[in-house]
């Protein structure tokens, strides 16, 4: 292995452990670590790789870890992304992360001066939405056969395939990731200027291809990345929504109409805390997850004599979540093709600027993730 690319995985959780068993497949040399040395541990010897016990906190650790690899993908929570970025930065490692804070994103993106310098590559938005779904409204957009782009529509859920509960949903990620894109602004494009609207609105019932599932879609927060940024004054329409089972979405409306989306301390029978904080812990307790899962992604896009549309319909495969596979494995396979010099890329960027739509989509059929046209 002394000649193999070196990669770091930082966090233990279900999109990490997926992101070292795939880097582990392309013959890198990979250690994973956590501030948890248990779950580090667990999953190192399951997969027969190295770990490491790392709290993200500890930048003397960080750096020393980082010191030694070629690549870090980050799986811990988005609030360190752009701190985490600059240590790969002065450690000359490539680093890749799944993003979805709009403003850690454009933070990190502020980089690109100084990761050019370095000669390394810093991408964050690699996951599922923002991600994936991204690349694959890029490649439809250069498909197109004139600049002028009339709409462009991505719609993207993680679903339990057997729905439980008032919420019909199962914790699949931090609860923090989950909230964050139910609170924050949402960038869209309008009349071809980029504008924000509201979370938890602009809801649209539908069903979802020849699947029988019955689905509401509404805006959420992070999902269109840098696209707005990029493509304003030559798409008239841009939005992303996320898919849900009908009525979870008014049920968290009413969660933050009631206050609990606050992050300020407030205090309650003489106790100082943040509602948040509150929520997200519930959430944490309550809400089940684990069972088998579904990942959604449709995207569409029209101009003048152009319509076209993808979707993805991916499952959990008996290792994986089909949210830990859509998730983690974008993120490998844009890592691979960066060492491997089939992307060509230094600087900071999103994934949708980077990777290349039909290649990465190749990339991802080798693991059984298709986007079919509709």
């Known amino acids: ?53 790392i709290n993200v906190t500890n930048a003397a650790a960080v750096d020393l870890a980082m010191s030694s690899a070629d690549t870090v993908i980050s799986a811990v929570p988005y609030l360190f992304g752009e701190t985490l970025a600059t240590n790969a930065i ?15 994103v454009k933070q990190q993106l502020r980089l690109d001066g100084d990761a050019r310098t370095a000669g390394v590559a810093i991408v964050p938005d690699c996951g599922l939405a923002p991600g994936l779904a991204n690349v694959m409204a890029a490649g439809l957009i250069r498909k197109a056969p004139t600049d002028r782009i009339e709409s462009v529509q991505i719609r993207v859920g993680v679903l339990p395939q057997e729905p439980k509960g008032t919420l019909r949903y199962q914790l699949a990620f931090y609860a923090g990731g989950l909230v964050n894109e139910y609170a924050e602004p949402c960038e869209i494009i309008h009349d071809g200027e980029v504008a924000t609207v509201d979370p938890l609105t602009r809801f649209e019932e539908l069903d979802w291809a020849d699947t029988g599932l019955h689905l509401e879609a509404f805006s959420t927060a992070g999902g ?109 396979a844009l890592c691979d093709l960066v060492v491997r010099g089939s992307v060509d890329f230094r600087g900071a960027a999103a994934m949708h600027a980077v990777a290349p739509p039909d290649l990465l989509l190749d990339e991802l059929n080798q693991v059984g993730i298709e986007a079919q046209p509709r």
């Open 90 to 104: 002065r450690n000359g490692c490539h680093y890749f992360d799944f993003g979805g804070n709009p403003t850690i």
């Open 1 to 53: 292995m002394s000649n193999a690319t070196r990669s770091l995985v930082l966090g233990s959780g279900i999109v990490g452990r997926a992101a070292a068993w795939d880097l582990d497949r392309r013959n890198h040399d990979v250690t994973i670590a956590d501030a948890d040395a248990t779950a580090a541990q667990r999953v190192g010897e399951e997969l027969g790789i190295r770990w490491q016990q």
């Open 224 to 332: 269109t990345s840098t696209m707005c940024q990029d493509y304003a004054g030559r798409i008239d329409e841009l939005e992303y929504k996320t898919l849900r089972y009908p009525g979870h979405g008014e049920i968290f409306a009413a969660m933050r109409d009631l206050g609990l989306f606050e992050e300020n301390p407030q205090t309650f029978a003489g106790v100082e805390i943040a509602p948040r904080t509150v929520l997200l812990d519930l959430l944490t307790e309550h809400l089940p997850s684990g069972a088998p899962d579904v990942t959604l992604v449709g995207v569409s896009v029209t101009a003048e004599g152009y319509a076209a549309e993808v979707h993805i319909e991916d499952v959990d495969d008996g290792r994986f979540s089909s949210l830990a596979r859509t998730t983690a494995f974008p993120a490998t």
